[in-house]
């Protein structure tokens, strides 16, 4: 006999971490999403170095967790091939709570960063919800093959596309075809920025952001 798919809604809790304090003096909001594997608490530990009075973090952490290196570590996934159309709303849901948590005041630079599979939901949450931000970082991450430049009318933010030359998941190919679909996406707001190195967050760059 053949099983039947439903579907139900329910109320959860997810964590997320912040870095420094959100105040008068805060300039910039980073809003990150890290890569498959880390933990939101791990990741933010990347964003030290900026300015801490100028800079407040946020961090959202995926919700679908797993053991990794025989049961001693727990790390984070965004998404997969399985349910993502369902699952990319669960997780625009999640970011609109946090936004409205945080309750970000307007005259502040919201500054969208996704790392590695963090790249997926960042460029999607600011489509899905023409979320007009002062930056949109894309760090060695695949940009969604379903986008099209219509789906960033809106945005008049700066675009970094930064990766590693070394990175093991990348190949002169792979580049070519990523920044020509970067630049089909973003036009003249796009900004390439390859370092030589290998699938690592360089924060050097990071810190040269703001």
């Given at each position: 006999?053949?099983?039947?798919?439903?579907?139900?809604?329910?109320?959860?809790?997810?964590?997320?971490?912040?870095?420094?304090?959100?105040?008068?003096?805060?300039?910039?909001?980073?809003?990150?999403?890290?890569?498959?594997?880390?933990?939101?608490?791990?990741?933010?530990?990347?964003?030290?170095g900026l300015n801490e009075k100028e800079?407040?973090?946020?961090?959202?952490?995926?919700?679908?967790?797993?053991?990794?290196?025989?049961?001693?570590?727990?790390?984070?996934?965004?998404?997969?091939?399985?349910?993502?159309?369902?699952?990319?709303?669960?997780?625009?849901?999640?970011?609109?709570?946090?936004?409205?948590?945080?309750?970000?005041?307007?005259?502040?630079?919201?500054?969208?960063?996704?790392?590695?599979?963090?790249?997926?939901?960042?460029?999607?949450?600011?489509?899905?919800?023409?979320?007009?931000?002062?930056?949109?970082?894309?760090?060695?991450?695949?940009?969604?093959?379903?986008?099209?430049?219509?789906?960033?009318?809106?945005?008049?933010?700066?675009?970094?596309?930064?990766?590693?030359?070394?990175?093991?998941?990348?190949?002169?190919?792979?580049?070519?075809?990523?920044?020509?679909?970067?630049?089909?996406?973003?036009?003249?707001?796009?900004?390439?920025?390859?370092?030589k190195g290998k699938?690592?967050?360089?924060?050097?760059?990071?810190?040269?952001?703001?």
């Amino acid at each position: 006999m053949q099983s039947t798919r439903k579907e139900i809604i329910y109320t959860t809790k997810k964590p997320y971490a912040t870095l420094n304090t959100l105040t008068n003096s805060t300039k910039n909001v980073w809003f990150v999403c890290h890569g498959m594997g880390y933990l939101s608490k791990y990741f933010i530990r990347y964003f030290n170095g900026l300015n801490e009075k100028e800079n407040y973090i946020i961090a959202p952490q995926a919700t679908s967790l797993y053991y990794q290196k025989g049961f001693k570590h727990v790390g984070a996934s965004w998404l997969t091939k399985e349910n993502t159309l369902a699952e990319t709303e669960n997780i625009m849901e999640y970011f609109d709570a946090i936004l409205a948590e945080e309750n970000i005041p307007s005259d502040k630079n919201i500054i969208v960063f996704g790392y590695s599979q963090g790249v997926s939901v960042a460029t999607r949450y600011v489509k899905n919800r023409e979320f007009n931000c002062a930056q949109l970082v894309l760090h060695s991450g695949g940009i969604p093959k379903e986008l099209i430049a219509e789906d960033f009318k809106h945005l008049t933010a700066k675009v970094s596309l930064i990766y590693g030359t070394e990175d093991e998941y990348l190949n002169e190919e792979r580049i070519a075809q990523e920044t020509k679909f970067a630049k089909t996406l973003f036009k003249s707001n796009l900004n390439i920025i390859p370092f030589k190195g290998k699938h690592v967050v360089n924060v050097e760059i990071i810190n040269s952001l703001v």
